[in-house]
Each structure stands twice: as structure tokens, then as C-alpha cells.
């Protein structure tokens, strides 16, 4: 016989299981690159039928290809090179070229300063003041080279250089930031207003980053020519290790895309979306524009070709911050001309040569036309596509 009085009772409390909600309980999975593929459907093309071309806040592209913003990416020759095969270079109005008459002795010594001594002569260079009449003259020159003229500042400076550049030539000016957001907080100065910004400037005005759908909806209201989608994918940026913040390539750039559409279906105007970063090889820009961008922003991979100013190497753009660094310079040598690496023909099998080649074969396996085409072909979840059946390629 049991002696219940041995057996303590539970209280009400502890009979009714507390239920406790955890953040980790909500967490939505998110998708990179290498976690998806793209499933061929019931139609192939020709690749010489795909059509790569369109208007670009006013800018004719025949190939869906923007270099970044980045000094060891852009200058004037690589304007006009890169003009020459159909993309558009982006200049950063607060590079070196913007604060050196002759950038090249500046250039030479961050490309071969050792490692650990970098980060010094970075902030030493980007102490150098700004010079209007140097920006003058490198849109003049980017002209000159037959290119068009699309430069980039932070929110910092926009409305100091805005009127100026628009003023001395420019087609397209880019504010650019680590996070972009339709509404800043300062206590401290005036933020920038984007709405007000777009209203007077006379050109059209692209803004990043983001990887949120409402606030990309919501720069897209204020005016946004285009909205650039990217936090911290980049070969040179350290935004993901440093600030603990970023989404996933293919989710932020799929949310972005989604907003863009819904956007276009209230007002009838179209806002391009720029897939910024991350991409190495031709299948990473497949699937980027499979995910919904229209344009593909690329530095690291740009930086290898002889005329990148780089010399090898590249940096992230806030890597010379003085106080907290959010990029670094990485070697990522030189390998030929840049019109191998977009056009081919690749002297390697890794894909990351003949990128536009790779993209257009892309295309034409899945049956997609254009660039919208693409953008509606089936993407599955399949991270074992990296591995499976390769055994012998990852012994070599």
C-alpha cells in the first residue's frame, strides 16, 4: 500500500506547462548562393537569342554588369573599359581618386604595404581632404573615355556633391551606405532627406544598401531611381564579422525584388533592383538575377583584370575607418584583361572567367529570354548541388 502523504502534490502552477516564447523559436530560414540551384524547365534557346540589354536609370547596359564603387576597382580607364563592353563603372566620390592629382603612387603603396601595416597607410590616405576640381575632372575624363559618368558618396556628403557633380556632367549619382533606411536618426546634425534630395536633384538618384522589403518600398516612395540589395557579402567587407548584421544574398535580394513588384504594380514605375556583392562566378550571377535583380554589382572579381587601378588587390570602402574598420585588403592577383573576365573566352574551369558567357548559357538552358524571363525560372533549395558527385574535383 502506498503512503500518499509521501507524495507531493503539484500545484496548480506547476500542473499548467508555461509556455515561453523564444526569438529562436521565429527565426525564418534565409538562403545564399550556394544553398539553391536553378531547375531547368521545358524550354531551352539559343545563347546568342538572350538578350542581356536595358535602360538603367537612363543608361543604356548591354551587359547587366555595374563595377563597383571601390578604389581599387574604378578609375577612369576602367570606366571607359568597361563602357566599351557594354556595363557601367561606378566612381566613389570619396576615394583616393577624388583627393590625388596622380592617385598611382597611393595606389602602388596600399597594393604592397605589408599586411599588418595597411590598415595605417588606409586611414593615412583617406585623411587627404576632397577636392571639387579633382571630381570635376575625373567625370570630365570618364566622359572623355566614353563612358557614362555614375558616381557614389555616403549620405554624409550627398548633399554637398549631389548639386556639384549633376551640375559638371554627371548621369547618375549613387548614395551609398552601409544600411540604407527610409528614415535616419541623428541628434546630432540633419540627416539626409532622401524624398527631398531626389525632388532637386536634376539627375537620376540610385540608393544602398539594403535587404529589407519595406524599407527598399519605402526608398522607392521617397524616389529612388534604383535600390541596391547587399550587407556585407562582399570578398573585402568585414560588415558581417565586425557588426554582427546581413542577410543572405539570394533572401535579401528575392525581398527586395518582391517590394520593386509591388511597387511597380501601385504606381506603374519600375525601380531596378542591383544584386551588390558576393558573387564570384558566373553561376553566382545566375542565380542572383534568378532571385529577382535586374543588374549585378561586382568589385572583387572586377579587381583581377590588368586595368583595375587595384594592382591585385582590393578593400572594402570602409576599411580605412580610423576607429572601427568594417573591411580589408585582400590579394586577389591579376589574371588578364577585363574582357575575358566578363566576355570570355575563360582560360579556367571555375567559373570565374566569361562571367557574362556563363550567365548567358545559364539563361538559355532555362528557356529565359531576358532579364525578366529570368527572373521567373524555378529556384529549389540544394545545397548538396556544391557536392554532390564531385569527390573527385575536391580531391584534386
Known sequence: MIDRTDVPEKSSSAATRRAFRSKVDSIRPTY?????????GTDTIEPADVDLSQMFCGIDLTIPILASAMDAVVDTRMAG???RLGGLAVLNLEGVQARFDDPGAILERIATTPDADVHDVLAEAYQEPIREELIAARIEAIHAAGSKAAVAATPAVARRFGPFVAEHGADLFLVQSQVSSARHIATEYDPLSLAEFTRYMPIPVAVGNTTNADAAFA?????????????????????????????PQVTAISDVAAARDAYFEDTGRYVPVVADGGMRRGGELAKAIAAGADVLMVGSPLARAEEAPGRGTNW?????????????RIKVGTVGPLE????????????????VGALRQSMA??????????????????PSTQTEGKSWQRAR
Request: proline share 7%; aromatic share 4%.
Open 340 to 355: 575575358r573576365i566578363l566576355l570570355g573566352p575563360a582560360h579556367v574551369t571555375d567559373g570565374s572567367e566569361n562571367l
Open 365 to 382: 538552358a532555362l528557356g529565359a529570354r531576358t532579364i525578366r524571363e529570368m527572373q521567373r525560372v524555378e529556384m529549389v533549395y540544394a
Open 316 to 328: 572594402g570602402m570602409a576599411a580605412p575607418s580610423p576607429t572601427l574598420p568594417r573591411g580589408t
Open 219 to 247: 526608398l522607392m516612395e521617397q524616389g529612388a531611381a534604383a535600390v541596391f540589395v547587399g550587407v556585407g557579402p562582399g570578398a573585402a567587407c568585414t560588415t558581417r564579422e565586425v557588426l554582427g548584421i546581413g542577410v
Open 81 to 83: 573599359e568597361l563602357a
Open 32 to 40: 545564399g548562393f550556394e544553398d539553391v540551384s536553378l531547375a531547368p
